[in-house]
């Protein structure tokens, strides 16, 4: 499987290219660079996915191990890969999505000053992020996982010279820990129980687990995954990422970062299908996630914050899909996701772009004349989003919310208001930023607004062709569900399926479609020749429900309480006035010595005859005994 | 280990009075050969000079040394007034007394057989051997030094201080080239150097250790004797030009002979340690008659090549610099030595060692060759960032200048 | 018969002695050094002498190594004291006082 | 008593050694210039030496002589020569007679133990651990030992007398940041 370490190698030679000669080589040829890496990386994914394709079902898990990397003990950590079609999946999605993302990157981060640094982030992200997926045990994940919180929290303060991009990076870097601890403490409670970290071993062997333990794993790992994955109430960082330049927000939403989460879960899934308390915990958190965001997006106003708010609604679901035990519609929802996000937000980059860094949708309107191509890609991929049939968020949405019904008819109840609101607010956002009226003269102080250049469509359309048609990949009809068919062998056991009667099957999504619709219809409605409705946009909606506040309130501002404490009290007293009191002792004793240091070296050696008489003394006495 | 067989038995009056006889014809040789020497060097090097040379006394002027010395007899012995007396007195001595005790080592024939003991002809074959020579040299040193210091002078002071070091410098270099020589003999006895050194390779070759060892450990000690025994082109310690007559400048008389003949004693013994440790000896073809006189006549002969060889040096060679003298002993031959020295001993474990020996040792010397170059030109750029004063002379010394102009 | 091991260790305990008193005593930083030397000697014969009297070779290279290290300890300690005399133009130890606490 | 069981060249070579070495340790004590108790020093390390080759170790007499006299001396009398200082008068008890007496008691109390110590009968039950002498020469044994046993230390003196050298050089070159002595204190000494 040696087409493997080309998946992970490419992107690693990339930035190990890029962070020798990146300064060298400039721009554009660094971002191209770094693009190629990608794209190579991509080529060796479809090739891993076609070898593996030509294999039985039931051997389609490789591992290539590379060499032995910490050895204490009974404690044993490989570096080892391992493609089967879960990690083939993540694969092909992560490298394809950041490669397009690369390309436009190109276009985006012209003329920056660090341009070529922005590209070694990015590969270096990507390389992270093919370790997270294709690591064969849980310390090697975890080494991916840092990764990419790490490079996360450079491309999020890439423009660390502004305050708020320096403090936002920080922020995600911080709450990413929260759920590091998560991680850690279930891969010691796996090795606890089960004397091993390796995929390989530790998954058939789940079973084992006493279920209490099972729970706890569970839920530990969720704690993770919510941190990664921004699920209630740890994904405040996620919305101040967008202080990173608008390609990275792509890669983190759409590719690599956000679905770091969703995968852990789907790979643990064995563990996960024994704790029935956790999932179901999981699925409530990830439906209320879905609400709660959905709700938050309805009211902002800045473009980007309404993306990502999306993000944190959609990967509620995908919570909910791993909840309910609808792993395959989970990773469904991620791919499609993966597509149409990426598209969301590289069409809002290149309508920021257009606008001079305009983020605010209230300056925005009457776009879609001046920038038809960024104009088309986004209402596909509104629509998809939104679930509108045929469109690939239809299908996968649909699927996730036919397991939720299947588990409990309030899950779907709450789930298809999300929808619901989802298909309202991406209206909102399409109907304020492209038609209505223009409302970007002062920003642009004159000049209109133009078509982003080829550079960043080309990946626009790539993405709307896929997210358009990527529903093709798993149609609820039997023989056609491709992924279905290529995951489950993965799952297995872990992997739900609900029975439905044969009306619930036509009803369900007929319900979606619908819903849909009707969202887009009202969007139409409100939005069509408005920009601003104070009555729709409350500001507790678009504080983000105040959890922000809250956390800086509660956490924030009383650590800084504590830290002043500790520096008005603790510090001076306590601490200084022992170290000064050691200090103190040992002048004084030190002060005692001196005298008997005078100076000349005669002396001295006066008292070492003296030692010398008193040894031999010794000598002598003690012989003579 | 080479021991003289005639203390190996009971020591009788016979055995001592053999040992008082070899020490006393030794001494009488010595000197004989000492007022010869001098004689053969101003012959030669005004032949060299192209002019005639001593031609008074005697035939050829042989006897001009003898003349010389009676002359040196008969003057006025000054000390001088600012001098430390006892040991303006003794330094002659310390020169002459190693120099003729270096001899006692030498082996200048075979094995003979007298008043029905069997004994060597050398003086003495200690077990420490050669390491007598080390020693020895060491304490030449203190004859210079002292003799400079005590005249209470400054030429002399300097032309001392400065011998004193060279002295130093080059007692390593040869040392290792001595150990070379050990190293391949087994053995500290000059005896057993010789001994080793009989025969011949393919019939022809003589089995010497010139050839036996490479010539280098031959050209670093007969660099490092001539700088030892400060003959030309290593005479710092007595240029005319810049010290006057160096450390023995105050000395007159009978004190000045003794230096004169402990220079010559040295050159004298020097080659014939040389001879010994390279060229084997005594060792020679042998006409079937006579056989103890061979031995004899070969090694007197090859002694007086390299005393040739020497009052050649002195007519054909300058006098180095100071700093040239330190920087070939310290940075060449010592550094040479030391390489020759593991290739010898990689040599006598086997022979694919030795040669890798050899590579290294060549890698390692250019790397050495580069890094003093590299070394030599910083801090020349550093002298000449810097105003230029004087290394060797003592701070004080230089204060006392001023205050006395 | 050869003299008895003792009478060696005398010589060498008189020896140090001397050595010792003059340390003590003498106030050139370069006959102190001296001194040191001489006490030094005097274990060296007292190693000999032990080599000789337990018949081990192990006391002759004890001397061996003392032989090294002592002219280890010249070679620095003379740079040492050309390196102050030419801070303060003195040999006299009791000038060199600096380190008084 | 003695007499019949000490053979007398033994004998007279210990005692003249001995007068040698006591001597040079005296001398070495009283002498008024620097220079002379360098030489002092050198005769009382011949007597050693003498006392060596009398114990059976030629090879430690030679060494003594080739290290000591030839090397560490002459670097005494080298630094003394470069620094000038041979023609001070240095040797001053006066006003320091406490010093002295409470040296010469500190001497006489380590003299009188270790008196007790060379005559008294030691039975340690050491066996000999780097190799028996023999009755000749001791040389080849002592290079045997020296380059078995004690490889290591042996290997550590190379290194430390390279250290040493190092040392010396640095302590010795003259940096340009160091002040030269200043005038007055030159007149002071």
Request: include cysteine.
């Amino acid at each position: 499987m040696l087409v493997l370490g080309l998946v992970i190698g490419f992107p690693l030679l990339g930035f190990l290219v890029l962070l020798a000669f990146g300064k060298r080589i400039g721009d554009p040829g660094a971002g191209w660079v770094g693009t190629i890496a990608i794209a190579l990386s991509f080529v060796a994914a479809v090739v891993t996915w076609i070898l593996l394709l030509s294999k039985h079902a039931g051997q389609r898990t490789q591992v290539l191990r590379l060499f032995q990397w910490i050895h204490a003990g009974g404690f044993h950590v490989n570096i080892t890969f391992r493609a089967d079609p879960l990690s083939v999946v993540m694969m092909l999605f992560v490298t394809g999505v950041a490669a397009l993302i690369h390309l436009y990157s190109i276009g985006y981060m012209k003329r920056d000053a660090r341009f070529h640094q922005f590209f070694v982030y990015l590969n270096l992200f990507v390389f992270s992020m093919l370790v997270l997926v294709t690591a064969n045990n849980l310390p090697l994940t975890f080494l991916g996982w840092e990764g990419v919180g790490a490079c996360s929290y450079w491309l999020i303060s890439f423009w660390f010279e502004r305050p708020s991009a320096a403090s936002a990076g920080k922020k995600a870097f911080i709450i990413n820990r929260i759920g590091d601890m998560g991680f850690m403490l279930g891969t010691f409670l796996v090795f606890e129980n089960l004397h091993s970290v390796s995929y390989s071993q530790v998954l058939p062997a789940a079973h084992r687990l006493p279920a209490g333990t099972a729970e706890a794993i569970a839920l530990l790992f969720f704690l993770a995954a919510a941190g990664k994955s921004a699920q209630l109430p740890l994904f405040t960082w996620l919305l101040d990422a967008m202080e990173g330049p608008t390609p990275v927000s792509a890669l983190i939403h759409a590719a690599t970062m956000v679905t770091a989460g969703v995968y852990l879960m789907a790979r643990l899934s064995p563990i996960l299908a024994l704790a029935h308390a956790a999932s179901t915990t999981i699925a409530i958190i990830g439906v209320v996630t879905a609400f709660v965001a959905a709700m938050a997006a309805t009211s902002q106003t800045d473009i980007k914050k309404i993306v990502a708010f999306s993000t944190v609604s959609q990967l509620g679901y995908m919570m909910l899909g791993i909840g309910t035990g609808a792993y395959v519609a989970a990773i469904f929802l991620m791919v499609t996701h993966a597509f149409y996000k990426a598209l969301i937000f590289l069409s809002s980059g290149s309508v920021i772009h257009s606008l001079d860094s305009e983020q605010s949708i209230r300056r925005m309107g009457a776009l879609a004349k001046l920038m038809p191509i960024t104009a088309w890609t986004m209402i596909i991929a509104w629509l998809s989003i939104a679930g509108v049939p045929p469109f690939s968020g239809f299908f996968s949405k649909g699927s996730i919310l036919e397991d939720a019904f299947g588990r409990n008819e309030l899950l779907w109840v709450v789930g298809v208001v999300t929808a619901l609101l989802t298909a309202y607010y991406m209206g909102r956002l399409v109907f304020v930023v492209f038609y209505g009226k223009p409302r970007w003269q002062e920003v642009t102080k004159g000049h209109e607004p133009h078509e982003s250049p080829r550079i960043m469509t080309i990946p626009l359309i790539v993405l709307a062709v896929a997210a358009a048609v990527a529903g093709l990949l798993n149609l609820p009809y039997s023989g056609l569900r491709f992924l279905h068919n290529w995951l489950s062998p993965v799952f297995g056991s872990a992997l739900v399926s609900y029975h439905l009667s044969a009306s619930e099957k036509v009803l369900l999504p007929a319900t979606d479609a619908v819903v849909a619709l009707l969202g887009v219809v009202i969007a139409w409605r409100l939005w069509r020749n408005h920009s601003e409705r104070k009555a729709l946009e409350p500001t507790v909606l678009l504080k983000g429900w105040y959890l922000d506040s809250f956390y800086d309130r509660t956490f924030a501002r009383g650590g800084t309480a504590l830290a002043k404490f500790g520096d008005r009290v603790v510090d001076p007293t306590i601490i200084d006035g022992a170290v000064g009191g050691v200090a103190w002792l040992f002048r004084w004793v030190g002060g005692l010595g001196r005298k008997v240091q005078s100076g000349l070296v005669r002396s001295y050696l006066l008292i070492m005859v003296g030692g010398i008489v008193v040894m031999l003394a010794y000598v002598l006495v003690s012989a003579a005994r | 280990m080479g021991s003289d067989p005639l203390l190996a038995g009971h020591i009788g009056w016979v055995v001592v009075l053999i040992v008082v006889i070899k020490v006393i014809v030794a001494f009488i040789a010595m000197m004989v050969s000492v007022l010869l020497a001098i004689w053969i060097e101003r012959k030669v090097i005004s032949d060299m000079q192209n002019r005639i040379g001593p031609n008074r006394a005697g035939p050829f002027g042989l006897l001009q040394s003898l003349a010389d010395g009676i002359k040196l007899f008969f003057k006025e012995d000054l000390i001088p007034e600012r001098s430390d007396k006892f040991i303006f007195k003794l330094a002659p001595y310390l020169s002459v007394i190693p120099a003729f005790l270096t001899f006692t080592l030498v082996p200048v024939g075979g094995i003979v057989h007298i008043f029905g003991h069997t004994t060597e002809l050398q003086v003495a074959d200690p077990p420490i051997g050669i390491l007598l020579l080390l020693a020895m040299s060491s304490i030449s040193v203190y004859g210079v030094m002292l003799a400079g210091w005590s005249s209470g002078s400054k030429y002399p002071l300097i032309g001392s201080v400065r011998a004193s070091a060279q002295m130093i410098s080059y007692e390593a270099a040869m040392g290792l080239s001595i150990a070379s020589v050990v190293l391949l003999t087994g053995s500290l006895s000059t005896r057993d150097m010789v001994t080793q050194q009989l025969g011949t390779f393919f019939g022809f070759i003589p089995h010497w250790n010139i050839i036996r060892l490479g010539v280098i450990p031959f050209l670093v000690f007969i660099i490092a004797i001539t700088a030892e025994v400060n003959r030309p082109p290593f005479d710092l310690v007595e240029a005319e030009q810049e010290l006057v007559g160096g450390f023995h400048t105050e000395y007159s008389s009978i004190r000045f002979a003794l230096f004169y003949l402990a220079e010559y004693m040295n050159t004298i013994t020097m080659s014939a340690i040389m001879v010994t440790m390279f060229f084997g000896g005594p060792d020679g073809p042998d006409p079937s008659f006579l056989h103890w006189l061979w031995p004899i006549v070969w090694f007197i002969v090859k002694t007086a090549v390299f005393f040739f060889i020497y009052v050649w040096f002195r007519a054909a060679l300058p006098r180095l610099r100071y700093d040239q003298l330190m920087d070939l002993g310290w940075k060449v031959l010592i550094p040479v030595m030391l390489v020759w020295l593991l290739v010898v001993a990689a040599m006598r474990v086997s022979r694919p060692l030795g040669f890798a020996m050899v590579g290294l040792g060549i890698v390692g010397g250019l790397l050495l060759y580069r890094a003093i170059a590299v070394g030599r030109d910083r801090s020349t750029a550093r002298e000449l960032a810097r105003p230029a004063r004087a290394e060797l002379e003592p701070p004080r010394e230089r204060r006392e200048d001023h205050g006395d102009s | 018969m050869s003299i008895p091991g003792s009478w060696y260790l005398v010589v060498a305990a008189l020896l140090f002695g001397l050595g010792a008193f003059g340390v003590l005593t003498r106030r050139n930083v370069i006959v102190m050094f001296m001194s040191v030397e001489l006490m030094l000697n005097a274990v060296n014969l007292t190693f000999v002498t032990y080599a000789r009297m337990l018949n081990d070779v192990g006391g002759q290279v004890a001397v061996f190594f003392v032989l090294v290290v002592a002219a280890a300890e010249v070679v620095v300690g003379l740079g040492i004291i050309v390196a102050i005399f030419r801070h303060r133009a003195t040999v006299t130890v009791d000038d060199i006082s600096s380190l008084k606490g | 008593m003695i007499a019949t069981v000490i053979s007398v060249p033994q004998l007279i070579v210990f005692i003249v050694s001995v007068v040698i070495i006591a001597i040079g340790g005296v001398g070495l004590l009283s002498a008024r210039y620097p220079v002379h108790a360098a030489l002092f020093l050198v005769m009382t390390l011949f007597g050693v030496a003498v006392l060596f080759i009398e114990e059976g170790a030629e090879f430690l007499a030679a060494v003594q002589v080739v290290v000591y006299a030839g090397a560490v001396v002459v670097l005494f009398l080298f630094v003394i020569m470069l620094l000038g200082v041979d023609r001070e008068e240095i040797t001053s008890f006066a006003g320091d007679t406490v010093r002295v007496a409470l040296a010469g008691v500190g001497v006489a109390l380590i003299l009188a133990e270790l008196f007790i110590v060379a005559t008294g009968a030691w039975v340690t039950g050491a066996h000999a651990v780097a190799g028996k002498l023999s009755a000749g020469s001791n040389i080849g044994v002592l290079a045997r030992s020296v380059f078995t046993t004690y490889l290591l230390p042996f290997e550590l003196t190379a290194a430390l007398l390279v250290i040493a050298v190092v040392g010396a050089v640095i302590l010795s070159r003259r940096m340009s940041g160091v002040a030269q002595p200043r005038a007055h204190e030159s007149r002071e000494v």
